[in-house]
């Protein structure tokens, strides 16, 4: 039986309407989201485009998060569930993936939530602009669904390319951004599920900044990248967020960083991106001593794992920066 048609859930076939080609696709990572699964779900369900499907990845969760999945697919057949052992978000979202049926791809992360209009308005602007590739704006909330911090991609790429809503672009434009300025996650991107199947890209299997090989390669392999000077997207900060905790497990961040380097050399655009690259590893290498409990020992990983040129760049930042970033003391005497 053909993959597109079947849920793990009890090996049932999923519940679709005859004839309901869906226009957009929307993959959602979900392990132990109970607090928030419902609030995601519920801006799904409510969506104005209607031509839609939800693929709910479930990945191994432990508390309540399936039962709350099953009453919804039984509020709404556009909620498809497909359970997995617990692999991480990577690896769950590549499973959403063989599923997806739509002509657009989007991701939703089960602690965020996405505006009423957000797909109506990402698919109508894709098709109009002929992108492969559309970002967007999103807001920063807190739990309690209060905005505070809003991210426009604009702001970011204005000091090397001039973007503009209705005018395509392609990574050579923002050569200089190319690994950040788009920012690096999956989510407030807007993808041509074409561009997804015929370049093979995929979710790395890290626990930790899995987005970036399927985020960068998307983002080099568009022909076309739109923009959307609108905040679609809702992305919840609360304690448990990735990048708010701290812990040594987030050490995996080389192999993450590893997996974008070998798309490169693979693809053939290592030597062209050599010093964007560097730099972005860079500037990970320092946000990341916030996010591990011991500093030290990341920077002991850098010297034996990044290059000669990433490790100098790293150690003149630090030099630059270091009263700032709560690093070790025994670091400042070894600088």
């Known amino acids: 039986m053909h993959i597109s048609q079947v849920s793990t859930v009890n090996n049932t076939p999923f519940k679709t309407k005859k004839n309901c080609n869906p226009k957009v696709s929307v993959i959602i990572p979900i392990y132990n989201q109970e607090k928030f699964l ?31 999945l099953e009453e919804y697919r039984n509020k709404d057949n556009r909620i498809k569930i497909i359970n997995q052992k617990n692999q991480g978000a990577g690896p769950a979202r590549n499973q959403g993936l063989k599923f997806a049926t739509g002509d657009y791809i989007a991701f939703l992360d089960p602690d965020d939530y996405l505006e009423k209009d957000a797909l109506k308005t990402l698919y109508k602007q894709a098709k109009q602009q002929k992108c492969d590739l559309l970002v967007f704006d999103f807001k920063r909330c807190n739990e309690d669904g209060k905005t505070v911090g809003e991210y426009h991609i604009k702001d970011f790429l204005k000091s090397i390319f001039e973007i503009k809503e209705n005018e395509n672009f392609n990574w050579r434009d923002i050569k200089a951004g190319v690994f950040g300025k788009l920012f690096p ?21 890290t626990s930790l900044a899995e987005d970036m ?123």
């Not at 779900?41 to 839609?52: A, G, H, R, Y």
């Not at 996650?185 to 299997?205: G, R, T, V």
């Not at 070998?262 to 030597?271: A, P, S």
């Open 38 to 68: 419902a609030k995601a779900l519920d801006s799904l369900i409510n969506q104005t485009l209607k031509e839609t499907e939800f693929l709910c990845v479930n990945d191994g969760s432990k508390d309540g998060s399936l039962k709350i």
């Open 185 to 205: 996650a999956s989510w407030n991107k807007f993808y041509k599920k074409d561009l997804i199947k015929e370049n093979k890209l995929y979710f790395s299997k």
């Open 213 to 335: 090989n399927f985020v960068f390669g998307a983002t080099l392999k568009a022909k076309n990248i739109g923009y959307l000077n609108k905040s679609l997207y809702n992305y919840t900060v609360h304690e448990k967020s990735a990048t708010r905790v701290v812990s040594d497990k987030n050490l995996c961040i080389f192999k993450a960083i590893d997996s974008v380097r070998r798309m490169l050399e693979k693809n053939g655009l290592y030597n062209d991106l050599a010093k964007e690259f560097d730099d972005f590893v860079v500037w990970l290498m320092i946000f990341h001593t916030k996010l591990v409990k011991s500093p030290q020992k990341l920077l002991n990983r850098c010297e034996n794992i990044l290059s000669l040129n990433q490790n100098k760049i790293l150690k003149e930042e630090l030099k630059k920066n270091y009263q700032i970033l709560s690093i070790l003391e025994g670091l400042k005497k070894k600088l």
